[in-house]
C-alpha cells in the first residue's frame, strides 16, 4: 500500500534549495520535489506529510552496489575527526547523501566502508551489513567478527540500530526507543526494496512544522513504502539530507533549527563527473 500524502506542496528548506529541485508534481503516495538520472542512477526525491511531520523520501535505482558509497570526514577514520553532511557530499560530488551510523561517537560498533574494515571491536548490536551483491544482511555483533563479515563479501557495514524492517516485517514494537533519545525525533533510514534498488529517507522532528516520529511509526511507514528491509542509523541532530547541493530537510542541532551538526561519515550516491 502507498502512504498517503497530507499535502500536496512541497515546502522547500529555503529559498536556494526550491530553485535547484524540479518542478513540483503531485502525486500518489507523496509530492515529488525532485529528480536526477545519469547513466544507470536514477533518483527520485519525495516529500511526504504523515505523523505531523516532514518526511523526504529519495528513491535511488543503480547498475551495482558498488555505487552505494560511504565517505569518511576528511576522508580519514578517526574518533574525533567530523564534517558536516553537506560539506562532505561536496567534497566527494555526491549528488544525494544522508548521515551515516556516526562511528566516531563511540568506540566500538564495527566500522566496514567500501570494503575497507576499519574497526573490528564489537558493540553488541545488531548491524546492518550491505553486501557486495547490494543486498541487506542484518547480523549480531555477539555472534561474528567484522573480519568474517568483510571474508563473507561485506560491502558496508553500519553499528548503531535498530533493525526496522526485516522481510516486511516491523522489528521494533511501539515502544522502543535508541538509549535515552526522546520518543519523536528526526529520523535517517536506509531501507532495501529489491535488486540495486533502494531509498533514503529522512524525516524532520523537534520543530513546531514537525514533531519527529518514533521508531514504531517509522518503521510502519517503510513498511508502507513497500520496503523489505530498513534500518535506523543516528538520527536527532545528525539526521540530514543533502540532494544536488542542497540541504533538503531542516536538520536541528541542540535546538538550533536549521543547522547541521558534524558528523564521523555519510551514506552517499555519486553524481556524474
Not at 505531523?52 to 551495482?64: C, K
Not at 557495514?157 to 515502544?175: K, Q, R
Not at 539530507?241 to 540541504?247: A, L, N, P, T
Not at 531542516?250 to 533549527?257: D, E, H, K, V, Y
Request: aromatic share 8%.
Amino acid at each position: 500500500t502507498n502512504v498517503t500524502s497530507g499535502s500536496t506542496t512541497a515546502e522547500s528548506t529555503n529559498e536556494t534549495s526550491s530553485a535547484t529541485l524540479t518542478n513540483v508534481e503531485t502525486v500518489e503516495g507523496g509530492t515529488v520535489i525532485g529528480e536526477y538520472s545519469y547513466s544507470n542512477t536514477s533518483i527520485t526525491l519525495k516529500q511526504y506529510r504523515e505523523y505531523d511531520s516532514n518526511i523526504y523520501v529519495a528513491d535511488v535505482t543503480v547498475s551495482d552496489a558498488s555505487d552505494l558509497k560511504t565517505a569518511l570526514a576528511n576522508n580519514t577514520y578517526g574518533r574525533n575527526i567530523t564534517d558536516t553532511t553537506s560539506d562532505m557530499a561536496e567534497n566527494n560530488n555526491a549528488v544525494l547523501a544522508i548521515n551515516g551510523d556516526y562511528y566516531g561517537a563511540r568506540q566500538s560498533g564495527y566500522v566496514i566502508r567500501n570494503g575497507k574494515l576499519y574497526r573490528d571491536t564489537s558493540g553488541n548490536r545488531d548491524a546492518l551489513v550491505i553486501q557486495k551483491n547490494g543486498e541487506f544482511k542484518f547480523v549480531s555483533e555477539s555472534e561474528t567478527s567484522a573480519e568474517q563479515l568483510l571474508q563473507a563479501g561485506a560491502l558496508q557495514v553500519f553499528s548503531f540500530g535498530p533493525v526496522l524492517l526485516n522481510n516486511s516485517e516491523i522489528s521494533v514494537g511501539e515502544n522502543e526507543e535508541v538509549g535515552m533519545a526522546m520518543a519523536s525525533n528526526p529520523r535517517t533510514v536506509v531501507g532495501y526494496l529489491g535488486n540495486n534498488h533502494y531509498v533514503f529517507v529522512v524525516s524532520d522532528g523537534r520543530t513546531s512544522e514537525s514533531a519527529g516520529l518514533s521508531l514504531y511509526e517509522l518503521a510502519s511507514f517503510m513498511k508502507e513504502l513497500g520496503v523489505a528491509d530498513a534500518y535506523n542509523p543516528d538520527g536527532g541532530g545528525s539526521s540530514t539530507m543533502v540532494f544536488k547541493g542542497e540541504i533538503i530537510n531542516n536538520p536541528t542541532t541542540s535546538g538550533r533549527s536549521g543547522e547541521e551538526r558534524a558528523v564521523s561519515d555519510i551514506v552517499y550516491i555519486g553524481g556524474e563527473s
